[in-house]
């Protein structure tokens, strides 16, 4: 997660917004999504997924340009869900949570699916 941030001019002075507080946000609306047992490390070494804790946010990583927010989402996913159908609720809810809290557009939301697990384990 790089240390950007996008700075808007208002009548008032400054709004600076982190790549880190838009991780937040869309870290808490990934773990809404049915399906999600946790976040991954977007390194996967020897082609392992790591199961992080949900509550992680290396598993989220936020590009903002030009006033435009890109998210890419790195999850393991519960075994036996419909995966397109998790990755897609997980693509709408960043979308809509991160675009309400922060009245900025969300240009994509990019889902890796790193791997899957038996059943949700406890973190």
Known sequence: MSAQSHVQEGTLGVIDISTTAVT??????VNQCYGVVGMANKNLANGIANLLSRDSKR??????ENGVISVDVYVIVE???RIRAVAES?????????????GMTVSEVNVFVQ???MGKENS
């Open 24 to 29: 937040t946000i869309a870290n808490q609306a």
């Open 59 to 64: 598993g989220i990583d936020v590009t903002i």
């Open 79 to 81: 075994y036996g869900v």
């Open 90 to 102: 997980i693509q709408h809810t960043v979308k809509f949570h991160v675009e309400k809290a922060l």
């Open 115 to 117: 791997g899957l697990r």
